[in-house]
């Protein structure tokens, strides 16, 4: 058993000395239950580099096992001896994307690790005096303004929608400006950039376009008849539909130069279950 979690830890870190950092004990005794491991199964599971390491065929097609293997025994001893054993992890991001995308990935999540536990919070939130920094954070921009740490995770495409019956009634791009426009002020790309997208000719006294704070607003609004919004694609998907609203299918999706970034916060000390939440939505996004 400590074989697998020092394997499933040193191969999470990519290295053993951080790996040491996470179970307290020090780099050669970590190198010493790698090798014991190895010499167990009569196959390394690592390329050793100098003082890099990086795992082999034979350790990536071990390591999902070992991962699902070590959270099924931490589950199962909670649900016998209810030990309080679960790992929370603390993840931020902007309001927008905690109220329609994370929601359903969080549970996946959960669902298939239920020893640990995710904290939720908007990047708006006020954090009170003592209270913990976010494990992870999610946030919208471009590379430029992240640590070389932060990985790419949702590309933006923006799409229209709106009520269904306003959609049917669109049969030619001209026909949306018979509607309002809801902007909302936030969004890196807007209406008049959208316009100038399609092929519409109209003058800015045309276009009946009414600002509006947020995206909940705008798709609040679009729900009742009351215009057309903006959505950022997939990000939006889950809140959109729970509105009943649809996509107006002859606009062609928009890519924005900004997408949604993950951070892990000291990477080499995260805790198991952040960086398994980050391989995890990498890999689910």
Known sequence: MNWLRVFEAAARHESFAKASVELAVSPAAVSQQILA????????LFIRKGNRIELNNAGRSLLPTVERSLSNIEAKLTSLFHTKSHQHVILESSQLLTMSWLPQKIAKFEAQNENIRISVRSDDFVKPDGEDVADITITFGRKSEFSANAKPLIP?????????EVVGSIFEIEDILKYR???VASHSIGWQHILTELPIHAEVS???????????IAFSMAREGLGLAISLGDVCEPLAESLGLATIPIVRPIRSRE????????PSTASRGALLLE???LKNA
Not at 206 to 216: A, F, G, I, K, S
Not at 259 to 266: I, S
Request: charged share 20%.
């Open 37 to 44: 491991l190895e010499t167990h199964l009569g196959e390394a």
């Open 206 to 216: 045309d276009v009946d376009l009414m600002p509006v704070d947020n995206t909940p």
């Open 259 to 266: 997408q949604y970034y993950m951070d892990v916060n000291k």
């Open 156 to 164: 933006v495409n923006y799409v229209v929608v709106g009520a269904p």
């Open 181 to 183: 426009l809801l902007d």
């Open 279 to 281: 391989k995890w939505l």
